[in-house]
């Protein structure tokens, strides 16, 4: 080398080291600045990345909570019924306030298990309406609202399934406040979310309806396209399924559209129309974590076409079972290009300044070196300062050659380029502080180092505002916000943030501090934590001032409070006034406390003012402005005058709910009725001044003793009530005791002596007895006056004869004991000696006695035609009969009614009680005459012997009652002894009673249809709709098991009516399904309970209506029994029924005691002839003349005749002999379920009957 050298020329010699080294030094320049800048963007980025991540999570956060507060208010207005929601208008009005309060809803509802919904929302064109379906209703109308929440126009009617409805279902699944799915919404490109929650009644926590407030996600959209990530960077959030919930993209993130026909999809993250959103969501796919897997934090890059991509995901959940991803992805191309750009050029610029320098001689070397080794050492000096600081100090060159000059240039032009480049990462930081300085609160960068001290790198100039200390100052000393925290929340505030940095979970956290002026403050902050390269954890925090928000829960604990205690009493009414609607929304009681009806009512809170008394308004108007003011709560007593010119007192008590800037929103109060107590404190003071008088009024006696002399002294009133001659010699005391009775003067002496040694006033009753031997009641009142060493002095009292006063209450005890009408004891009278009798069972065991329970036969029939005032008398007469049969030491009561009830007491054996019971059958065998009237009415018993086994008096009431009930099945005008039987059968009873309740609530009856034939042409006409009872324990139960109980108990009438709307819509589906028989008929069973409704026609006609069945296809079979009551009542019913097109026929024809007269003006269409008659012909027999001759008197009375029962051939062809119209019967054909009714019918009307072609 050393040769090679010494050969080249001196230039080449000093050339080639210098180029080479000038190579080697441009090159180590542009490396170190690549990557000095590229480390400076990442640090820049990543805490970027943290400051959006924290303020889309607070948007977020803060966007959602709105619908819950919505829908905790709902529940609050249901729970404390403070708004009647059950009203459409109300609740319509109400739901109005709350969207107009809170704009970023899209639509808030209430749905109710009944069917009814009521919501308000918003149009396409952004038009407020209300949707409301009422109960029954399958359409929901949708009308216009005016700006006052008036309902205007009818804008359209939509079909509308509330029960299947997504948001009905979630929230009567979730059983709690909760998230539906997103669900895409036809009316913009976004989606829409829903926050429901079950309503419950109050009383007895059975479900009653569904609310919900639904957000549109759009507005999150919105505020990420905000957000500026570089120049072509992205920020959305998605679940994890990749569904997109909102993006910055800015396109629509729903599939499909309106009007195609195709069903609305979500956006999928990976089939999104932007390029970098898929290739982020295929990257994190890919990724071994994988979408699922990621919980925490999360920083990954990937490469596309070359360039680096960063990629920031945050996984956000909430209480409700959110669980989204937030994902920030952007190519790191969009900081470094320009530093890219500018060392590329460089790298030209030196290559172009080496070729000029290989020109260069040795003589150059000098002039050449100093310039370079200076440009080299500032080139060096940027990394460690220039980009660290921010401040870049211009290139320092001196006078060399062209090039050198231009290399120096280049150099420059990088390092402005890199200046550029730096400020706009300052300027995005900027761009954060401004945003940061503009929210509530204050935001802040938090870090915990390794040593536990800890630092506040940045602090926003809200800080201020919350702890009335600069940023600044906590920015140097950082236990300055240590120093304010309250010590009771200090221990756990400590603790929680550590905990956060351990797990690095999001830190929130509430507490109290006391500023320097001594405020009080409640503070709730939310920081993302992350952990640096040195250990240490930076937090990215937002910190809000939740005072006024921990103030209104107070006050809604206090007022919930006040509400509890006022749904207690039904004296309290309760209202609501919307302050910035001015409307005033009143319980019932308000209208009562008022004296005003609803319909009269104008809402608004000039309504109130007009019903205050005007002497009264001033001051209670200037109340309700201290309220408003935040002076203090609402308290304030007035009069109010009614519209009738009545005046009321009323006192009033309210509180002002404020919204998040302490603006008031509504009161809500409570006014109570004062009047009585108002007036009571009048009375007691006219009271005062009428006492005086009073004494004198009431013959009251005054009499004074003095003990120190021992001198008694009487008003002339004393001797008027003693009968005492004032002039007597006698000493007064002795003659006081001589007129008391002798039985009672040990106690009154008694009472007077313990008085005078307790230190108590007295208060007594005794029997005086006068000259002439009568007896009077006095009644002694006595005050004890003592001087100060408590020595009784003087005795001051007052006596008043009370002698009517005990004369009226004896006859109170008695008419209490007794009934008015009969004189005869009462049940009060009878369980207590009901009670004594079982006593003495249990203590002599010789003791015998019984307890007869009677009612009267066809007493009902004997009121309802005579009229009360004779069924009155007649019970005076049963109770004179009774009274006379019965010994002095029994007792004969009435219960009510023409219930009696005999005890009979010390009888040898039970064969005594029997006598007695046949002894009062026999007596009622006769007429009785009452009021010009022979009645002949006979009496059922029921009896029980008392045995020790019995307890208490109404387990013996309960089982003669029992036997009673025996008595009367068994033909009445009888007894029946009660056993052991009798009350496992009532239980049973009982049961089947229950049971039968829980059939008709969970429909576990199933219809049948038994066909109906013409009896000529055999073919079918119509069906009988009959019922089956399909008991889950006890399988099918019989109809003569549970029918005669539905009547007794009434609930036939559910029965009959579910039968009816059942058969009838049968009917109507087989002729929708076969178009040529539209003159089936189907006939339906009337029980006697139906006749009686009032509404029994238009019940009918409605049913009919709603399923779209003619009346002529309809027939109803009425037993014949039942119609012999109320007759004419009965014509006319059945002759509306038939004015309708509704057939009648008269069941179990023969079975009856119908008189001819009556069946020729009966409406009526058929005679349905007992199967008893059929099943039982025998050819010339009596069965087979009774059948001859309903027949032969239908044809007369120009009815159709129908044959109930037939079985055999035999019987069919006497029928078909006779010229019986119709007929039903086993024969011809069972009763069928309605499946296998169809399949008769899809074979053809005719029937093949068994043994005929």
Not at 356 to 363: A, E, L, N, Q, R
Not at 573 to 590: A, K, P, Q, T
Not at 961 to 966: E, G, Q, T, V
Request: hydrophobic content about 45%.
């Amino acid at each position: 080398m050393h040769r090679l050298l010494s050969r080249l020329p001196l230039k080449l010699v000093l050339i080639v080291p210098f180029v080479a080294q000038m190579s080697v030094a441009i090159g180590l320049v542009a490396w170190l600045s690549v990557r000095n800048s590229r480390q400076t963007v990442d640090a820049v980025a990543d805490e970027l990345w943290a400051e959006i991540t924290a303020l889309t999570e607070l948007h977020v956060a803060e966007y959602l909570q709105i619908p819950q507060d919505v829908i905790a208010d709902t529940l609050a207005h249901h729970s404390f019924n403070l708004t009647n929601l059950r009203d459409p208008e109300t609740l319509t009005r109400y739901l109005w306030s709350e969207i107009r309060q809170h704009d970023e809803l899209f639509i808030t509802a209430v749905g109710y298990e009944t069917g009814a919904v009521v919501g308000v929302g918003f149009e396409t064109d952004g038009q407020l309406v209300a949707r409301i379906m009422e109960p029954g209703q399958t359409q929901l109308q949708t009308y216009a609202l005016s700006d006052q929440g008036d309902r205007g126009a009818l804008l359209h009617a939509d079909d509308f399934d509330l029960k299947n409805r997504p948001w009905y279902r979630d929230a009567v699944t979730a059983g709690q406040l909760t998230w539906t799915e997103i669900y895409p919404n036809y009316d913009d490109p976004y989606n829409l979310i829903s926050a429901v929650s079950p309503l419950y009644d109050p009383a007895t926590q059975q479900l009653v309806g569904v609310t919900n407030a639904t957000l549109s996600l759009g507005q999150i959209s919105e505020f990420l396209a905000t957000l500026e990530i570089g120049k072509t960077g992205q920020i959305f959030i998605m679940e994890r399924n990749g569904d997109l919930v909102a993006s910055s993209s800015g396109e629509a993130l729903r599939l499909g559209a309106e009007g195609t026909g195709a069903l609305l999809e979500r956006l999928n993250a990976a089939d999104s129309r932007n390029d970098l959103i898929r290739q982020t969501v295929a990257h994190l796919r890919a990724d071994t974590i994988g979408l699922s897997q990621l919980r925490q934090v999360t920083q990954t890059e990937f490469w596309l076409e070359g360039d680096r991509h960063i990629v920031h995901v945050t996984p956000y959940r909430d209480d409700l079972g959110l669980d989204w991803l937030i994902v920030i992805t952007v190519p790191a191309s969009d900081f470094m290009a320009p530093l890219y750009d500018n060392t590329r050029n460089t790298l030209l610029l030196c290559l172009a300044a080496l070729a000029v320098m290989t020109g260069s001689g040795i003589m150059t070397a000098r002039w050449i070196a100093d310039p370079l080794l200076q440009l080299n050492q500032t080139v060096k000096n940027l990394p460690s300062q220039s980009l660290a600081s921010g401040e870049f100090a211009p290139v320092d060159t001196t006078q060399g050659a062209r090039e050198i000059n231009e290399l120096s240039d280049s150099v420059q032009s990088m390092v402005e380029q890199i200046q550029i480049a730096w400020r706009a990462l300052q300027a995005s930081e900027s761009n954060f502080r401004n945003v940061a300085a503009n929210i509530p609160g204050a935001v802040f960068r938090y870090v915990l180092w390794p040593d536990g001290t800890d630092t506040v790198l940045y602090m926003s100039p809200g800080c201020y505002q919350l702890w009335e200390v600069d940023a600044t100052t906590v920015q140097e000393d950082a236990s300055v916000l240590w120093g304010m925290v309250d010590p009771e929340d200090f221990p756990a505030m400590q603790a929680s943030v550590l905990a956060s940095a351990e797990t690095l979970s999001i830190w929130n956290f509430k507490w109290r501090i006391t500023t320097p002026s001594g405020t009080r403050k409640w503070l709730e902050a939310w920081g993302r934590p992350t952990r640096q390269a040195d250990d240490s954890t930076l937090w990215h925090t937002v910190i809000l001032d939740i005072s006024d928000r921990k103030q209104a829960e107070a006050q809604l604990q206090e007022l919930s409070t006040r509400l509890e205690l006022a749904v207690r009493s039904a004296e309290i009414g309760i209202w609501e006034w919307n302050v910035v609607s001015d409307r005033l929304i009143w319980d019932d009681r308000m209208y009562e406390l008022y004296g005003i009806s609803a319909q009269s009512f104008g809402r608004a809170f000039e309504a109130w003012q007009q019903g205050v008394h005007p002497d009264d308004l001033p001051a209670s108007q200037a109340a309700v402005e201290r309220a408003i003011a935040g002076e203090q709560d609402f308290d304030a007593e007035f009069r109010v005058v009614w519209p009738d010119g009545t005046i009321r007192h009323i006192e009033a008590h309210a509180v002002v709910i404020r919204d998040a800037t302490g603006q008031p929103l509504r009161m809500i109060g409570a006014n109570f009725d004062i009047t009585e107590r108002k007036e009571a404190a009048q009375k007691l003071q006219d009271l005062t001044n009428r006492l005086g008088l009073a004494v004198q009024a009431a013959d009251m006696g005054i009499w004074e003793w003095d003990l120190a002399s021992d001198r008694l002294i009487w008003d002339d009133q004393m001797f008027e009530l003693y009968q005492i001659d004032p002039q007597m010699p006698e000493v007064m005391e002795q003659a006081w005791q001589a007129t008391v009775h002798p039985d009672d003067l040990p106690h009154v002496l008694s009472i007077e002596q313990l008085a005078l040694a307790d230190d108590d006033d007295y208060t007594t009753e005794f029997r005086i007895i006068w000259p002439d031997g009568s007896i009077r009641f006095i009644a002694a009142y006595a005050i004890i006056q003592r001087d100060e060493r408590g020595q009784p002095q003087r005795v001051v009292g007052a006596n008043l004869d009370i002698s009517d006063r005990k004369l009226a209450e004896e006859e109170l005890i008695y008419r209490a004991l007794h009934d008015a009408l009969t004189d005869l004891p009462n049940r009060t009278l009878l369980m207590d000696r009901l009670e004594l009798a079982i006593q003495r069972s249990h203590q002599f065991a010789d003791y015998g006695f019984a307890v007869l329970f009677l009612d009267l036969d066809q007493f009902k029939v004997i009121n309802d035609s005579l009229g009360h005032l004779v069924g009155d008398q007649l019970l005076v007469k049963v109770a004179h009969k009774l009274s006379t049969l019965i010994r002095p030491a029994d007792l004969a009561a009435r219960l009510g009614g023409d219930e009696f009830v005999i005890l009979l007491e010390d009888l040898p054996d039970v064969q005594a009680a029997i006598l007695m019971a046949e002894r009062i059958l026999a007596a009622f065998q006769g007429a009785m005459s009452v009021d010009d009237h022979d009645v002949f009415v006979t009496t059922s018993i029921g009896l029980v012997w008392g045995s020790p086994a019995y307890t208490v008096a109404s387990d013996l009431l309960r089982d003669a009652d029992i036997a009673l009930y025996r008595a009367k099945a068994n033909g009445r005008r009888t007894y029946e002894m009660f056993d052991a039987e009798m009350h496992v059968l009532a239980v049973k009873r009982m049961t089947l009673e229950h049971d039968l309740r829980v059939a008709i609530a969970q429909q576990q009856f199933i219809p049948y249809y038994q066909p109906i034939i013409d009896l000529k042409t055999q073919r079918l006409i119509g069906f009988e709709a009959l019922i089956r009872w399909q008991h889950p324990t006890q399988g099918l139960v019989p109809p003569g098991d549970f029918i005669p109980i539905a009547e007794e108990t009434g609930l036939i009438l559910a029965i009959s009516q579910g039968v009816l709307k059942a058969a009838c819509q049968q009917l109507a589906t087989w002729q929708q399904q076969f178009t040529e028989m539209g003159d089936l008929r189907m006939s339906v069973n009337l029980s006697g309970k139906d006749l009686l409704q009032n509404n029994l026609v238009e019940l009918i006609a409605d049913t009919l209506a709603q399923v779209n069945l003619a009346p002529t296809n309809l027939t109803l079979e009425v037993t014949e029994s039942l119609l012999i009551d109320h007759v004419d009542a009965n014509i006319r019913l059945l002759q509306r029924l038939q004015d309708l097109g509704i057939r009648i026929s008269i069941d179990d024809f023969g079975t009856g005691y119908s008189s001819l007269s009556y069946l020729y003006s009966l409406p009526a269409n058929y005679l349905k002839i007992d199967q008893s008659f059929v099943g039982k012909m025998r050819l010339g027999g009596k069965n087979y003349k009774i059948v001859q001759a309903v027949v032969k008197l239908s044809d007369q009375l120009g009815l159709a005749a129908i044959a109930e029962g037939i079985e055999t051939t035999q019987q069919l062809d006497w029928l078909q002999a006779m010229g019986c119209e119709f007929g039903q019967g086993y024969l011809l054909a069972h009763p069928l379920s309605p499946e296998a009714a169809t399949t008769l019918l899809a074979a053809g009307r005719r029937l093949a009957i068994e043994g005929r072609s």
